[in-house]
């Protein structure tokens, strides 16, 4: 009995403490600023030229509780927080409901945040799970509670939380899912945009109608249950069959859905930029995005995928100059998968990685005439195994072939050949070097790209290229700006010279081999069915594997990279590795149509000289020379008959 006194003392003594500090804690926040809460979300983007293209909640797209319709208005408030209307904050009973539910379930599969809650949990520019943001959360909850009515919460909450498919707020998401106001939505319509702030990725009706059905059914039960609808009511609107539209107007670019999730994420990143929304009233972000590019990268992918097929695909457009990217595909079609393979992904690059090397090949003496033997070729390696790779085709030279031919044709032996020439650690030190993070295994078949890499990553490695050796950050903002007009975040576009530009030079045009006639002779180019398509020069470079494709290529104005793969690493059919090339080559002539042919190519520099040659053996011309074709060296590298090389070559083969 006296213990029963005792706890019964405890639990008292425990409210008492408990409802004290919740008055000093609603005291406390009543006298303190007033936080601005229609900040949440609002943010505004601008491309490169200042032209916006994306507006958050921004103040004109704001609705008011008056203009919602009551369907969707009590679809929310029964699936989110039914006691909205009688809490401060916080449902102290659904809270403990829900530690109860989860403890004999052994996990967390019912949630107990109210409306409030959520709002200022949208008050944040990401979601992370610390202690210190949970606290963060219920500071702000109070403080919303205590400065703003019952009605302007309701009001921010539904103005401002995400629908899905970059929609923020129930006026955009109610244009962009039905063509309609808000004002106008029918019980059907409203219980399934009710059903998709909980899970956007999961319960949006244009991905998943089936998961989106049955959290509506749930919905609209609830509604039953607490007598805002009756049964028939319930089951015409759950049998209403609804035309979903899918777009904001038949202008804008549903790709660019891609571009701002990349730009936002990069915003997390920034130091100088207040983690929550209220403390800058709002931002202004001015990114690298150019929407012409945008429009053409995301009109080559719809062409190329009319199919349907279930390949996916991922493309950046960057501007090797600054590592701005101007345009961002992460997949095919934002409305079924809203997934970035451009900045989350990493994939097989295939060998699309042998320029790397083949840079490491010529700052170590090598030039675009050195010799190796094509042949089948067993390697001893470490711990006494063979590494025994093939060619694409297993096709064969069986003579002696230059750098320019095995770039050519993407020969696999010469690539090995030069990998455990140099060491492993030359082509790692450059792939490093040009901003690859990734790690890179010391092995024997890392320069036919067996290790994954981004493709943010690859496009600025291969910027180190398209701007004569050096190096560029990726990045998709240029200037933040908060609602007072302070910048709160510039970029500088720093680049750092870590190649040499001769070198990069003779490089870049080895790597227009790739589709050039002259190389046709026991096997072709690998690109060679883009030399009468391609009306500019590019360095370009193919990478396949089983289960990707690649294509990069380059100038001084762009790099472009494409991806084409399976997102569950699938093999590719033969007709799949069409894809990625029809990509690059449309994009990149839609883009460069008005330019002049050599518009975005290199002037030689003047420690190079271009000599004729033999294109297959790379040799000085001969009087029984066929083809000729020019080729550059640094002074003094150019190739000889008497050339020692060679005759080590003819030696070896002739054994």
Not at 185 to 193: G, H, M, Q, R
Not at 512 to 521: A, C, E, F, K, Q
Request: overall charge neutral.
């Amino acid at each position: 009995m006296k213990l029963i006194k005792f706890f019964t003392k405890l639990l008292i003594t425990f409210l008492v403490i408990f409802f004290i500090g919740i008055g000093f804690c609603f005291l406390y926040v009543k006298l303190s600023p007033k936080i601005m809460i229609n900040s949440a979300n609002n943010i505004v983007l601008y491309d490169y030229a200042d032209e916006m293209f994306f507006k958050g909640s921004e103040s004109k797209e704001w609705v008011e509780l008056k203009d919602i319709s009551k369907n969707l208005i009590d679809a929310t408030i029964c699936t989110e927080d039914k006691n909205f209307y009688k809490h401060f904050g916080f449902d102290f009973l659904r809270i403990g409901k829900a530690i109860i539910t989860n403890f004999i379930n052994h996990r967390i599969n019912q949630g107990a945040s109210t409306i409030t809650q959520q709002y200022a949990k949208n008050l944040f520019l990401d979601f992370d799970k610390t202690f210190k943001r949970k606290w963060d959360e219920a500071w702000y909850t109070l403080r919303i509670e205590a400065n703003y009515s019952k009605k302007e919460i309701l009001e921010g909450y539904l103005n401002t939380i995400n629908y899905g498919h970059g929609q923020y707020g129930i006026g955009n998401a109610s244009r962009y899912y039905f063509g309609k106001e808000a004002k106008d939505l029918s019980l059907a319509e409203s219980s399934l945009l009710a059903a998709i702030p909980k899970a956007p990725s999961n319960y949006s009706p244009l991905n998943h109608l089936k998961e989106a059905k049955k959290r509506q059914k749930l919905i609209l039960n609830n509604l039953v249950k607490n007598g805002i609808i009756t049964k028939e009511e319930k089951k015409m609107a759950f049998n209403e069959e609804l035309t979903f539209i899918g777009k904001e107007n038949s202008s804008s670019l549903s790709s660019i859905n891609y571009f701002q999730d990349a730009v936002l994420e990069e915003l997390k990143t920034i130091d100088t930029i207040p983690n929550n929304y209220s403390e800058v009233k709002g931002l202004k972000i001015y990114t690298t995005l150019h929407y012409d590019m945008q429009e053409v990268l995301e009109e080559q992918v719809n062409e190329n995928f009319r199919d349907n097929s279930s390949l996916e695909t991922a493309g950046i457009i960057m501007d090797p100059n600054t590592g701005g990217v101007m345009a961002l595909i992460g997949g095919k079609d934002y409305n079924k998968s809203s997934y970035n393979r451009a900045i989350f992904s990493s994939r097989q690059v295939g060998s699309t990685m042998k320029p790397f090397l083949y840079y490491a090949a010529l700052e170590n003496g090598f030039t675009a005439s050195s010799a190796f033997l094509s042949e089948q070729t067993s390697f001893p390696v470490e711990n006494g195994k063979v590494y025994s790779p093939n060619n694409y085709n297993n096709k064969y030279g069986n003579k002696a072939i230059s750098m320019a031919t095995a770039i050519a044709y993407s020969e696999n032996i010469y690539a090995i050949k030069t990998h455990l020439f140099l060491g492993y650690d030359s082509l790692i030190n450059v792939a490093k070097r040009v901003g690859i993070t990734e790690k890179l295994e010391e092995i024997p078949s890392l320069p036919l790209g067996t290790n994954e890499i981004n493709i943010l990553h690859m496009a600025a490695g291969y910027s180190s290229f398209a701007n004569l050796g050096y190096k560029v950050t990726p990045h998709f903002i240029k200037k933040v700006v908060d609602g007072n007009g302070n910048i709160l975040y510039e970029s500088h576009e720093e680049k750092e010279l870590i190649l040499n530009p001769s070198l990069v030079f003779i490089l870049n045009n080895l790597l227009t081999t790739t589709y050039d006639p002259l190389y046709v002779d026991y096997n072709y180019p690998t690109a060679i069915s883009l030399s009468t398509k391609l009306k500019h020069k590019y360095g370009l470079k193919s990478g396949t594997t089983d289960s990707d494709n690649w294509n990069i290529g380059f100038n001084k104005n762009l790099v472009c990279a494409i991806w084409v793969g399976h997102d569950n690493s699938d093999n590719l059919n033969s007709s799949d590795y069409k894809y990625a090339q029809n990509i690059w080559y449309k994009t990149v002539e839609s883009i460069e149509k008005d330019l002049d042919e050599n518009d975005g190519w290199y002037e030689k520099p003047k420690n190079v000289v271009g000599v004729l040659v033999e294109p297959i053996s790379g040799k000085p011309l001969a009087d029984t020379s066929k083809n000729t074709k020019l080729i550059y060296f640094l002074k003094g590298t150019e190739p000889k008959e008497t050339d020692p090389t060679f005759d080590e070559i003819e030696t070896n083969s002739s054994n």
